[in-house]
């Protein structure tokens, strides 16, 4: 029961924090007080008109300080580069000869020139240009002046281009002759890369003599000026502006106060009327003498009566003690307005009352939460889904996963759709493996309820097809043939297996997939072809018959599939027993007798011959089809043997080529792809499927193994160990040891030596 009271009162002091820091609450509260409180708000309006005048003019005088203060700081600034340009002509270190000689001299001269640079933070570059040479020098090097300034319209690379009535040629002879000093050419407005505007200041270079030798060319970012009066700004709202002589705004400092380009032109244009009001702002006003810029800080009449009413808080003081009672009745009425809201806020966030966002944002941030990381989620599932299944593909082409097996993954994967279907794709051009990746597997992947994987030794695509229905599945073919066709830009084929209501059926569907796109009758037109479209005849076309059974019965045997192989041979049974004419039955001995002996061939088993030829002798049905399908059985283990092979052959050659190769910094999955002439794709899951894991922490352990190994029993560098390991990049190479031995390659050489003493 204590347990239960503490946990109510915790609740409760909960619920009165958020309240307490609530916005929505206080905006409540300010609603109720604003009926409250207006007589009074009346009578402070009469007190502070008294004392506005006083107040505004003190207001003035601070503004127009920090006004002129930032003219006198860009005055200055210009001021500064003159100064540096005089100093620069008496510099010993820094001269035409020193900066044209291009040897260490000029660079001794740069690095010179980039620590005076370092002093001028209102600077963006600093160049300087000798008299007759188009090169201009800077701390970080030279460039050309073609490089670096041209026009705004034209498509050659600059960093700078010129905007406005300048042109190249103009700018060329203002650093060639020009004698402009301390002043910002304000006609001569550069874009920077980022696009941002720029001026220049132009100082006369000259020697001690006072003959010219060239330009100092420094590069103002109109952010310097921007920056400038972002430091003066104050709690009222008003607004700062910097103008040019043309009145067009460079810089500016809102804040809070929102003005259009136009209207603070025409505010600037009051200036040379001598107007310091207008009916809603105070105007204070500076322009400098070097350049004729204008400087305008611009006032809301409201601004000034705020600040008027923040001098007389004695006066609030007394008004706020007097209306205590109104005020608590306010916030009452608010909570009780509040309340709804807060309950509503707790039950669905479940969030700190301390939180900072209003209720009604934090209730929206928390769906769009929950939206958001389910979207993830879906995503997620979607690729390991897609990965899933995509090996369990592999499985059922490999023929190695019981039925059982493939139900149960079937039931863990969850495909959206009811029904299944394998599709087969081939090409009648070769495809390189690393172009396979791109022009047949990544349109497949884009396609939903789509998963494919490589048929390594028959050279075709397997495509696992997750449908509603029939028409739902020709649809999804239409679909791979268009995406495929238009990224691979050859020929292609599908060969369409049946609709498979549940997941061990499709190996039926394989089989009928392969069939279908190895019938020697597909008219060349034909791009999809369905084995049910190819073979539906009716009962009693005998021969067609028996010619589509036995191609299912090879390819069952092909893909080691003894189940279908058995229900083949009960159909050829079937129309056996059913057949009255014995030359019919006759013949179906004969071509399936044939059948057996081609695949036998096909599997390297000229011993099993000699007993194939007997199956024509067989006394009756019964015998013939009892030794047929102990001659199947025999077919699909050699079969299934073979495929074994090879699979245990390519594993461990992808083995033997990583062991020779592991120490070559270009080994990667796709090289080895590209060597066994497979998909990367392919390679991964079927390496992660023959070994356990993946092909990067396999190789990664092995070249981690080796450099341990090297940094035991030998002195090499920790760099000189990388690189024979594979690695070019030390950092990386520190990280993946450190991962697996949790410890650093130097530290674990210092205690296995420390050990060894």
């Known amino acids: 029961m204590a347990k239960g009271v503490l946990q109510n009162v915790s609740r409760k002091t909960k619920s009165h924090h958020m309240t307490i820091h609530s916005k929505l609450y206080w905006k409540y509260v300010l609603i109720n007080l604003c009926f409250i409180l207006l007589p009074i708000a009346l009578f402070l309006a009469l007190y502070i008109h008294t004392t506005d005048q006083q107040v505004s003019k003190d207001l003035r005088a601070s503004n127009e300080y920090a006004l002129r203060q930032t003219m006198r700081t860009v005055d200055a600034s210009a001021d500064t580069l003159d100064t ?49 040479d188009c090169t201009l020098y800077s701390g970080r090097g030279t460039t ?22 300048w042109t190249t040629e103009d700018l060329w002879s203002l650093f060639q002759e020009g004698e402009i000093s301390t002043s910002l050419a304000e006609n001569c407005q550069l874009l920077n890369a980022r696009g941002e505007r720029c001026f220049l200041l132009i100082s006369p270079w000259k020697s001690t003599s006072f003959a010219r030798i060239g330009s100092v060319i420094g590069v103002v970012n109109q952010r310097y000026f921007q920056e400038l009066l972002n430091e003066n700004t104050s709690e009222i709202v008003h607004g700062t502006f910097i103008l040019d002589t043309n009145q067009n705004v460079i810089a500016q400092e809102a804040n809070g106060l929102a003005l259009a380009e136009e209207e603070i032109r ?34 809301p009449h409201g601004a000034m009566r705020t600040t008027t009413l923040a001098a007389n808080r004695f006066l609030l003081t007394s008004i706020v003690m007097v209306t205590g009672i109104l005020v608590a009745i306010g916030i009452w009425l608010a909570f009780q ?5 807060r309950d509503l806020y707790e039950r669905v966030s479940g969030e700190d009352a301390s939180a900072r966002r209003g209720e009604f944002e934090a209730i929206h941030a928390y769906i769009t939460k929950i939206v958001n990381n389910n979207a993830q989620i879906r995503d997620q599932l979607e690729k390991s889904r897609k990965f899933e299944t995509e090996l369990l593909l592999q499985k059922i082409i490999a ?10 993954e079937h039931q863990r994967i969850r495909l959206p759709h009811g029904n299944n279907a394998i599709a087969v794709l081939k090409t009648f051009e070769r495809i390189e493996p690393l172009r396979r990746e791109a022009v047949l597997f990544q349109p497949l992947g884009k396609i939903e309820c789509v998963y494919a994987t490589e048929m390594l030794y028959q050279d075709y695509v397997a495509i696992l097809v997750n449908v509603r229905d029939a028409a739902h599945y020709q649809q999804m073919l239409q679909t791979i043939y268009e995406s495929v066709s238009a990224a691979c830009g050859c020929e292609i084929v599908i060969g369409a297996g049946g609709v498979c209501a549940s997941m061990p059926e499709l190996r039926h569907s394989l089989t009928e997939a392969i069939i279908a796109i190895e019938y020697d009758k597909i008219p060349r037109n034909e791009h999809i072809i369905h084995y049910s479209a190819v073979f539906s005849v009716q009962p009693t076309d005998y021969l067609s018959c028996i010619q589509s059974l036995q191609l299912k019965l090879i390819e069952s045997m092909r893909q080691r599939d003894t189940s279908i192989a058995e229900a083949t041979l009960g159909q050829l049974r079937s129309m056996a027993e059913t057949e009255q004419d014995q030359m019919r039955n006759r013949y179906l001995i004969s071509s399936l007798t044939f059948c057996l002996m081609s695949a036998a061939q096909e599997v390297h088993m000229p011993q099993r011959q000699k007993k194939l030829e007997e199956l024509e002798r067989c006394e009756n049905m019964d015998s013939f089809f009892y030794k047929a399908h102990m001659q199947c059985e025999e077919i699909i283990a050699c079969y299934s043997r073979q495929m074994r092979e090879k699979q245990l052959s390519l594993y461990d050659k ?54 341990k190994r090297l940094l035991e029993s030998t002195d090499m560098k920790i760099q000189t160990i990388l690189e024979a390991v594979g690695y070019l990049d030390i950092a990386s190479f520190s990280r993946k040891f450190k991962q697996i031995y949790g410890i650093s390659p130097g530290k674990y050489r210092e205690n296995f030596q420390n050990n060894e003493e």
């Open 84 to 132: 540096f340009a005089y100093r620069l002509g008496t510099s010993n270190q820094i001269s035409p000869y020193f900066l044209q000689r291009g040897n260490y001299s000029t660079i001794e001269a740069l690095n010179q020139l980039e620590m005076y640079t370092s002093q001028f933070g209102f600077l963006e570059n600093l160049y300087l240009s000798v008299d007759g």
């Open 144 to 165: 050309s002046f073609g490089t670096l300034f041209g026009r705004q319209d034209s498509t050659a690379p600059q960093v700078y281009r010129l905007e406005g009535a």
């Open 266 to 299: 025409a505010l600037a244009a009051l200036y040379l009327e001598g107007i310091q009001a207008t009916d809603d702002f105070n105007l204070l006003f500076a322009q400098s003498d070097i350049n004729g810029w204008l400087y305008m800080t611009v006032i």
């Open 337 to 341: 307005t509040y309340q709804p809201i």
């Open 399 to 408: 023929g190695n996963i019981t039925p059982e097996k493939l139900e149960k």
């Open 654 to 707: 992808i083995l033997c080529y990583i062991e020779e190769h592991y120490t070559s910094s270009e080994l990667s999955l796709s090289s080895i792809a590209e060597a066994f002439e497979i998909t990367p794709s392919y390679l991964s899951r079927f390496f992660r499927e023959a070994h356990g894991t993946t092909f990067i922490d396999y190789l990664t352990k092995k070249r981690m193994a080796e450099a």
